[in-house]
């Protein structure tokens, strides 16, 4: 009969268990370890890699910031020009008196050489119109062309028809 | 000693959760701060390249635009060249111009100032036609407001409403880093809208000749 005699102190004694759990805690102690040396290294490095992007994206920003420093002129003169312009289409969008100059050119140079031009009054989109004319088949006419062949008046008003023995017909027409 | 080794891989499992959690917070601080300047920085790389390539665009012609726009509408009121240009066009249609009178000065809207004209043509009724449209077709930019014609016993006698407008010069431009927009086609065409229109003619001196200069009072 054998016996298994162990000389060792009690506290090195050998004992399966925790040594299969020294040996594992060991072991992912070294792994924890070595990722975490894999990760701040990688971390270091994706940080410089930024950083130099960084800084070469800031370096051509300020390249491109230098050449608009010398557009400058351009930009000034770019920004007035827009400036003026949205004014001007607010002037420019007020013509009304000005597109019923135009018609009234266009009318009157159509206008039979029996009608005698009276006066003319354009105020905004209205033209008051008063002629003259010796019999009443000239007006209708004129007044049938303001109505049929000429497209420069929307509405034709007839305000005022009279007769004077001594002047012929008078009309007053407003025309928008 | 098994024990001693345990708690030596303990202490470092703790030391690894430690650091790694400080090391965690480093690196995501560092590497989200660096990846939203990245991001500032290309959409400002974005900016500046859009902003050249519309200033280089541009550079061709902005300075005769610019010439022309601050004719249509100058920073100072432009009743002057306005009178000056009606007698200009008066003289040349045979019109005679009397009663000249700027009636008041307002504003039109927002930073755009006018002021009236009232005046007396006197002449054939083409010809105060021709003026009115020569004058809308002239610079500093007019409005016509009010027109009346009337016969007298050898030609007409027309009394016309002209408004003329003027603005400050805008005092800022935009930061470096602000976008800019080209001319858009409707400014496009505004601008091609009033380029044929006729500038006013300005006299120029000539400068003093040097054989012209004044004796020097105190010579001897």
């Given amino acids: ?176 | 000693m098994k024990n001693q080794s345990i708690l030596v891989s303990i202490l470092i499992i703790i030391l690894f959760l430690g650091v790694s959690f400080f090391a965690f917070n480093f690196f995501s601080g560092r590497i989200s701060s660096l990846t939203s300047q990245i991001d500032a920085s290309n959409s400002e790389q974005k900016k500046l390249q859009e902003k050249i390539s519309i200033l280089q665009a541009a550079s061709k012609d902005i300075l005769a635009s610019g010439e022309i726009v601050t004719l249509a509408l100058p920073a100072d009121n432009p009743m002057v060249y306005v009178v000056s240009q009606i007698k200009r066009y008066s003289q040349d249609l045979n019109l005679k111009v009397t009663n000249i009178r700027t009636t008041d000065i307002g504003t039109k809207s927002r930073d755009l100032l006018k002021s009236t004209v009232e005046l007396n043509v006197t002449g054939p009724y083409q010809g105060t036609i021709s003026l009115l449209e020569k004058v809308r077709r002239s610079f500093p930019l007019t409005i016509v407001d009010k027109v009346t014609i009337d016969p007298l016993a050898t030609e007409f006698r027309a009394t016309i409403d002209i408004s003329s407008y003027w603005a400050s010069f805008p005092e800022k431009i935009p930061a470096l880093t602000e976008t800019i927009t080209a001319l858009s086609s409707s400014e496009s065409a505004t601008l091609s809208q009033i380029s044929s229109f006729d500038k006013p003619q300005f006299v120029e001196l000539p400068p003093a000749s040097a054989s012209g200069a004044r004796a020097n009072p105190f010579a001897p």
């Fill in chain 1, 1 to 176: 009969m054998t016996n298994n005699i162990n000389l060792l102190p009690n506290d090195l004694n050998k004992s399966s268990g925790v040594g299969f759990v020294s040996m594992l805690f060991k072991r992912v102690s070294i792994i924890l370890v070595v990722i975490l040396f894999i990760s701040v290294a990688f971390g270091v490095v994706f940080v410089i890699i930024q950083t130099r992007n960084l800084d070469n994206i800031n370096k051509k920003n300020n390249e491109l910031t230098s050449q608009i420093q010398k557009l400058n002129q351009t930009e000034q003169r770019l920004f007035l020009v827009k400036d003026r312009i949205s004014k001007i289409e607010t002037v420019l969008g007020d013509k009304t008196s000005e597109e019923s100059i135009g018609h009234l050119d266009q009318t009157v140079s159509s206008m039979s050489s029996d009608l005698a031009f009276k006066s003319v009054k354009i105020s905004g989109p209205a033209t008051t119109l008063t002629l003259g004319a010796s019999n009443s088949k000239i007006i209708d006419q004129f007044l049938n062309f303001l109505a049929n062949g000429s497209s420069a008046y929307t509405q034709v008003l007839l305000k005022n028809l009279g007769y004077n023995a001594d002047l012929g017909y008078l009309v007053d027409l407003q025309l928008f």
